[in-house]
């Protein structure tokens, strides 16, 4: 079988992870691949905030599940892949985008820091990936999106291990592009620049000169992002219409880093 001739299955199920938090870029995912007809399970392990979501996606005519997860986790990971099973059937569509966004200075991180972040932005992709990835190759059809960060194609001072784990991530997304490819399965990335949610606005003290000083430095269309600009963009790689992309960075950040 070739890429070309691999079908997308009828009923379309989308784990998104990191998809509890109100003003997120998970949420925004979850609406927009529900608008596009998949069925949702919203992996976070805070799942206080979720209710909302899930009563939107519920409105929209999509059946949602909604599960207590830690991605760095493989027992957890398990439990939640068996419970979407169960509800929902097989797993189509999985989107990696819980992370978490430390700042420290390099000479001060200490071993926890750099495990816990290599813990759930590497090995989270990691380990849900294989989770998952054997409903796909069953389906001879699948879509994995990663959600790494421009951070990791430009640089970011005291960010230096969760760079390195979104440029891990990037170099995920290229290795299991060419093992999936025959298989039918495509694997990309969209790395976000500045998009305000939840998680950005709790670290907004780190720019000195507020994130619009920020924003008109850095970004030329000269505004922040929102989580529907980069939803756009995921909603498009999980689609059918992008079978004949994979491995592929596709940067939506105002023009931050154009490579
Ligand atoms: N917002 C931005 O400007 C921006 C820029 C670059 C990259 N990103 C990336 O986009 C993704 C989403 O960012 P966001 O701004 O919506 O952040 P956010 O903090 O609002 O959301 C992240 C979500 O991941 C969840 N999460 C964290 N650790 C987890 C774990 N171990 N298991 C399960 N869930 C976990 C959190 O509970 C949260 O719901 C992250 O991977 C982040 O690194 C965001």
Not at 188 to 197: A, D, E, K, L, Q
Not at 200 to 228: A, C, H, W
Request: glycine residues 10%; proline residues 4%; contains cysteine.
């Amino acid at each position: 079988m070739s890429n070309s001739e691999s079908v997308a299955p009828k009923n379309k199920v989308a784990v998104v992870t990191g998809a509890g938090r109100a003003i997120g870029l998970g949420a925004a995912i979850c609406k927009f691949l529900a608008r596009d007809g998949a069925d949702i399970a919203m992996w976070d392990w805070n799942v206080d905030e979720a209710g909302p979501i899930v009563e939107e996606l519920k409105a929209m005519g999509r059946k949602v599940v909604l599960c207590q997860v830690d991605v760095s986790s493989r027992k957890s990971i398990e439990a939640a892949a068996a419970t979407t099973r169960s509800e929902l059937g097989p797993i189509n569509i999985l989107v990696n985008n819980a992370g978490i966004s430390p700042e420290e200075d390099f000479v001060d991180i200490s071993d926890e820091e750099l495990d816990k972040v290599i813990d759930i932005n590497l090995k989270g992709v990691f380990y849900c990936t294989q989770a998952i990835i054997d409903d796909m190759i069953e389906a001879k059809w699948g879509r994995v999106v990663n959600i790494s960060s421009s951070s990791a194609q430009t640089g970011a001072k005291r960010m230096v291990h969760y760079a390195a784990t979104k440029g891990g991530v990037i170099a995920f997304t290229k290795a299991l592009a060419q093992e999936m490819a025959p298989l039918g399965i495509t694997v990309n990335n969209v790395p976000p620049s500045t998009v305000y949610t939840d998680g950005l606005k709790s670290v907004e003290d780190r720019f000195p000169n507020g994130l619009q000083g920020y924003v008109d430095q850095t970004i030329p269309v000269k505004r922040m992002g929102q989580p529907e600009d980069i939803a756009n963009a995921v909603a498009f790689l999980a689609s059918e219409a992008s079978g004949y992309i994979t491995g592929h960075t596709l940067s939506v950040n105002g023009g931050r880093f154009m490579g």
